[in-house]
């Protein structure tokens, strides 16, 4: 495992780099507070490039005991019913908007997966909504669908 962490890791840096220098030569544009093409390219390098460089150093750290984690134990029900919600939530997008369509979504995925505390399902999943759609909307500049809450959103 770790011989093939260190093989996969320096194929991906080399990729991750590829990319970045690929990224470099977009063009740019004149539009003074437009978010340039070279954007999202540069977001994606730099985290694809991270992840590579985290599996490479996993791979060179010494181990400190024989214990290999196991996967989590994932039955075929929580795929299936992981799919099905995913597809309610791809219909219910258009209509409801991107947080109101969320927050269920995001309920749903968490419940699916173990977490049990009504307290935690709620707050993970409006914060993890409404941090995701204030990210898109401030830091990307992209607008995502308000649907039902446009009177509330601006």
Request: hydrophobic fraction near 55%; aromatic fraction near 14%; proline fraction near 6%.
């Amino acid at each position: 495992m770790r011989r093939r962490n260190l093989i996969s890791a320096i194929i991906l840096l080399a990729l991750g780099i590829g990319y970045a220098v690929l990224t470099s030569t977009l063009p740019t544009r004149t539009i003074g507070s437009a978010t340039q093409p070279s954007f999202f390219p540069w977001i994606i390098a730099v985290i694809f490039i991270s992840l590579s460089a985290a599996l490479l150093f996993q791979g060179l750290r010494p181990i400190a005991n024989n214990d290999i984690p196991k996967a989590p134990d994932v039955t075929r029900d929580k795929y299936v019913w992981g799919f099905v919600v995913f597809v309610v939530y791809l219909t219910l997008l258009p209509t409801l908007g991107f947080i109101a369509a969320n927050i269920p979504f995001f309920g749903c995925l968490m419940y699916l997966y173990g977490e049990k505390r009504p307290t935690w399902l709620a707050a993970g999943a409006i914060g993890i909504s409404v941090t995701l759609f204030f990210l898109f909307r401030e830091v990307f500049q992209i607008r995502l669908p308000s649907g039902v809450l446009s009177g509330v959103i601006q």
